[in-house]
């Protein structure tokens, strides 16, 4: 039986990220490790740190990943290509040209067996009111129309700056660690949500940029699966059993 393999956080494109190249040619090595041994590959969310299609215009660089994934997909593994908070802004050009399917929303999917609620983790139990007014108007469609008014040199420049700001933001650069199971908001909406839908067996987050695999209840998990920055984490579903890892080049494993 093949693998499902689940990552997110790359951010490729980052202004914030020194050797953008050598952090991109290190996810399309393990894209290139694992295409021949999985079923599925499910990305969950901000693998671009900015991206906004125009009608004939696409962001500049990330010809490696963007390839990679095509052929994966020509090959006929299915990848799922989850929005996050900075790659909201697609629409057609991935799932035309790189074949991938596209998830604007969560989703709970059967696998082997077992029932995964998938997504990239924003706006989900997230307290802060500024966050979730401009995640509305990042979502707005109208919004949206507007920002592509724009030229596209002068689009891209204001996502890209925008999110190094936003980045840059984290004391010396690095994410806050894991709070606890009352202040991770994650944690608490996974809660509360598997109240009413019992049957979740895992639940696999991005976003937060830390690995975590943490016990629900004695049926569900839930794993958050850090980032391609700087753990280079993800997790892989075997039919049976699902583990967190980190990428080691040259590991057998995967």
Sequence with gaps: MKNIYFLSDAHLGSLAIPHKRTQERRLVRFLDDIKNKAEAIYLLGDMFDFWDEYRYVVPK???????????????????????????????????????????????????????????????????????????????????QRLLNFFHPWYGVQLGLKWARHSRMKRVDGKETPFLGEDKEYLVRYSKEYIEQHTDIDYFLYGHRHIMLDLKLNHNARMLILGDWIRLFSYAVFDGEHLFLEQYIEGDTKL
């Design 61 to 143: 660089g990330f010809t490696r990943f963007l390839g990679k994934l095509s052929e994966i997909t020509d090959s006929g593994v299915e990848v799922h290509f989850f929005i996050g908070n900075h790659d909201i802004w697609t629409y057609g050009y991935l799932e035309e040209e790189c074949g991938v399917i596209l998830h604007r929303n969560p989703i709970t999917v059967e696998l082997h067996g077992k029932v995964f609620y998938l997504a990239h983790g924003d706006g989900l139990g997230d307290p802060d009111p500024k966050f979730q007014f401009l995640r509305c108007v990042f979502h707005n469609r109208s919004c």
